[in-house]
C-alpha cells in the first residue's frame, strides 16, 4: 500500500462512495490525519485500520453513532477489534444459514404438493428457526439456574431492580421489573427480544435518582469498569440493596487454586494488579463476600465454567467468549492452549488434577457481594 491514500482511492478500494467518506470526515467518525506532497487531504494506515472497522460494524447494521462509541473505545485495540468483528460476522453467516435451511425446507414441503398452515410457516421462522441457529454455532454463555438461583435469592423481595453492566441480559430475573444498563452497543445490539429495557451508561455515572430501585445487581461485570469502587457506590446509591456476582482474584482465592490460570495461563496475575481486592470492594459497600460454587456442568462458559472438562479449553469458540483470552493476547493464548492440549494426550493434566474427577463442584473464588 502506499504511504498515504487520496479520498478517491480510498473509496475506490473500500468501494464507497466520497460523499460518504465526506460525511463521516465532517461528522469526525474518520478524519484524514495525512497530506499528500501536493498537499491534498490523505488516508494514513492509522486511518485506513479505523475506516476498515467502521465499514464493517456499518455492514452490520450498526449506526454511526453506536459505531463511534466503539471504535473510539480506549479499552479495545487493533486485534480486540478484529477478534470482536470475526465473531459477529460468524453469528451474521450462522444466521443466514439457518435462514437458507428452513427456507428449504418449505421449498421442499411445496415440491411435495404439501401446503403448510400459516401457523406452521410463523412456527418455522419462530422457534423452529432459531433452534436451528443455535444447533449452528454452540451458546457459550447461557444463564446458570443453579447459580442464578443465588443472585435471584440474594435479591430478596425486590420488585424493582437495575441490573448495571447487563450485557445480552443472561442473569436478569423473569419475574421483577428490570431496567438494564450497558455501555456496549454491541451487548446492547444481542439483547434478545423482550429483554428488559436497555440504557447506554457507565456504572460510574448512573443516571438515576437516589433510592430510585428496590435492588440493584452485577454480574460478573466488575472487572471490566474503570473505577470498580466508584461503580458499586453508584449501585449503592440508587438501589437499596445491592448483589454483585465477582470473584477473588487472588493468589490464594483464584490464581493458584484455578489449574488453568496456575498452570497454562500466569499472565493472568497480570491482569488483576493494582485492582482493588474483593474484600476492598466488599467494605466499599458494607456487603458480605458469600461464596458460590461452579457445577461440573455449568451452563455458561465464563473463564473457570470447565474446570472439569478441559477439553473445551482447545475449542475457539470457547476462548472467544472469554474476555481473558483477548486480553492476555495471541501469544500466551497459542502457548496455553498447545501445552493444554500435549497436557491431555500424554495424561499429565488428568494425573495433576485427579481429586477434581469426582467432585460436582468446585470452590474457585466465585463471591456474591450483597449489601
Known sequence: MEEHLTVGRVAELADVSVRTLHHYDEIGLVRPSARTSAGYRAYSAA?????????????????LREIADLVDDPATDAVAHLRRLRG??????????AMVKAIDRELEARAMGIDTTPEEQLKMFGGQLYETIGSAYPATR????????RVWEALGDARTVLNVGAGTGSYE?????????????????????????????????????DQSFDAAMAFSTVHHWQDPIAGLRELRRVARRVVVFTHDDSETGWLNRFWLSRDYLPEVAGLVTGRPSVH???????????????????????????????????????RRAVSVWTRVGPE?????????REDLDSGRWAERNRELVDLDAAELGLRLLVA
Open 47 to 63: 486511518d485506513v485500520e479505523r475506516l476498515r472497522e467502521v465499514l464493517v460494524y456499518r455492514r452490520l447494521g450498526f449506526g
Open 88 to 97: 459477529l460476522l460468524r453469528d451474521q453467516r450462522d444466521r443466514a444459514a
Open 142 to 149: 447461557r444463564t446458570e439456574p443453579r447459580i442464578a438461583a
Open 173 to 209: 430475573p423473569p419475574d421483577r421489573d428490570v431496567t438494564a444498563v450497558e455501555p456496549s452497543a454491541v451487548m446492547r445490539a444481542q439483547r434478545p427480544a423482550g429483554a428488559a429495557p436497555c440504557v447506554a451508561a457507565e456504572a460510574e455515572n448512573l443516571p438515576f435518582e
Open 280 to 318: 476492598e470492594l466488599a467494605d466499599a459497600i458494607g456487603a458480605r463476600l458469600e461464596p458460590v460454587l461452579i457445577p461440573w456442568d455449568c451452563a455458561d462458559g465464563f473463564f473457570e465454567a470447565y474446570w472439569r472438562r478441559p477439553e473445551a479449553y482447545l475449542e475457539e469458540h470457547v
Open 332 to 340: 500466551a493464548e497459542r502457548r496455553a492452549v498447545d501445552m493444554l
